[in-house]
């Protein structure tokens, strides 16, 4: 679910003529492979499912296309097929149904050549790896070109808590960055992280050849304005310490004037050293 700007909730976006279609395949393959599984199961996803062996040992090289058509359950495909629903028309209608299909079909291929590449890492001496499933890689795609048109424009959350899809990219990046150095170390299993990570690099290398140049989220140039807020809020916390660095130098060098440095004591003159360390901080004496 999402709403705009002006706090118009809506539930999905418009049903363009390709997200349809798009929905109608995945939601068709999906029940197509349900009913081969009760006949033959696993068949038709170690055949049209990504994997290593199936890639270098079976020569089926239609896998870097057809596992985003398959899923790997009711959930999987639900909530895929959900943000496909809720993003994707605004996209489609501010491309055009072609480089729509093309945006989405590649960063799925691309994402799945991320896969093979983890795959070729993980399973080269085995051979044996898990089979990847599901289009969550141009899923992933879609979600970065719609924040990067719309960077405001929120979602609830787990259907409750309100974010900027912008905040939410940078947290799935990261989760998909972190997940993947994960993945890489505990032998494969699991979520495709590398998957949803692939599919976001895709994206952003076809909307870089698009426009020429590195995408920025429209109206805000969100990076340096975080750097600037990160550089403003460390210069503040020098300015206090220097602030607290004089006050604690003032009272304790009148001390001295009165009553000589032995008047000090030993927590005293710890506080001095403090002190001059964050009042003069490229001097390197200290005080005796």
Same mark, same amino acid.
């Given at each position: 679910?999402?709403?705009?700007?002006?706090?118009?909730?809506?539930?999905? =976006?418009?049903?363009?003529?390709?997200?349809?279609?798009?929905?109608?395949?995945?939601?068709?393959?999906?029940?197509?492979?349900?009913?081969?599984?009760?006949?033959?199961?696993?068949?038709?996803?170690?055949? $049209?499912?990504?994997? +290593?062996?199936?890639?270098?040992?079976? #020569? !089926?090289?239609?896998?870097? $296309?057809?596992?985003?058509?398959?899923? @790997?359950?009711?959930?999987?495909? /639900?909530?895929?097929?959900?943000?496909?629903?809720? $993003?994707?028309?605004?996209?489609? !209608?501010?491309?055009?149904?072609?480089?729509?299909? *093309?945006?989405?079909?590649?960063?799925?291929?691309?994402?799945?050549? #991320?896969?093979?590449?983890?795959?070729?890492?993980? $399973?080269?001496?085995?051979?044996?790896?898990?089979?990847?499933?599901?289009?969550?890689?141009?899923?992933?795609?879609?979600?970065?070109?719609?924040?990067?048109?719309?960077?405001?424009?929120?979602?609830?959350?787990?259907?409750?808590?309100?974010?900027?899809? *912008?905040?939410?990219?940078?947290?799935?990046?990261?989760?998909?960055?972190?997940?993947?150095?994960?993945?890489?170390?505990?032998?494969?299993?699991?979520?495709? +992280?590398?998957?949803?990570?692939? =599919?976001?690099?895709?994206?952003?290398?076809?909307?870089?050849?698009?426009?020429?140049?590195?995408?920025?989220?429209?109206?805000?140039?969100?990076?340096?304005?975080?750097? %600037?807020? /990160?550089?403003?809020?460390?210069?503040?916390?020098?300015? &206090?310490?220097?602030?607290?660095?004089?006050?604690?130098? &003032?009272?304790?060098?009148?001390?001295?004037? !009165?009553? @000589?440095?032995?008047?000090?004591?030993?927590?005293?003159? %710890?506080?001095?050293?403090?002190?001059?360390?964050?009042?003069?901080?490229? *001097?390197?004496?200290?005080?005796?």
């Amino acid at each position: 679910m999402a709403y705009g700007q002006n706090l118009n909730i809506r539930f999905g =976006g418009p049903m363009t003529p390709m997200v349809k279609r798009l929905l109608i395949i995945n939601t068709s393959v999906f029940l197509l492979q349900q009913i081969l599984s009760l006949m033959a199961p696993g068949t038709i996803e170690s055949i $049209f499912g990504l994997s +290593h062996d199936g890639l270098t040992s079976s #020569f !089926r090289f239609w896998q870097i $296309f057809t596992y985003m058509f398959l899923h @790997g359950g009711w959930l999987h495909i /639900i909530f895929n097929l959900l943000a496909l629903w809720m $993003f994707a028309g605004e996209l489609e !209608r501010l491309w055009g149904s072609v480089f729509f299909l *093309k945006y989405y079909l590649y960063s799925g291929i691309g994402a799945g050549l #991320f896969i093979a590449g983890m795959n070729t890492y993980l $399973f080269h001496t085995t051979g044996a790896s898990p089979v990847t499933l599901g289009a969550s890689g141009a899923i992933y795609a879609l979600l970065l070109a719609y924040g990067i048109n719309w960077p405001n424009r929120e979602v609830l959350l787990y259907f409750l808590i309100p974010v900027k899809i *912008k905040y939410l990219l940078i947290v799935f990046g990261l989760i998909e960055f972190f997940g993947t150095i994960s993945t890489a170390s505990s032998g494969g299993k699991g979520i495709s +992280h590398i998957g949803h990570l692939g =599919g976001l690099i895709t994206g952003l290398v076809i909307l870089y050849f698009r426009s020429g140049r590195i995408p920025k989220f429209k109206n805000i140039n969100f990076a340096s304005r975080l750097l %600037k807020k /990160i550089r403003l809020k460390k210069k503040k916390k020098q300015i &206090d310490k220097r602030i607290k660095a004089k006050v604690i130098i &003032d009272q304790l060098l009148e001390k001295i004037a !009165r009553s @000589g440095m032995q008047s000090l004591s030993a927590d005293e003159k %710890k506080q001095l050293e403090w002190a001059r360390r964050h009042y003069y901080p490229d *001097k390197k004496n200290t005080f005796h």
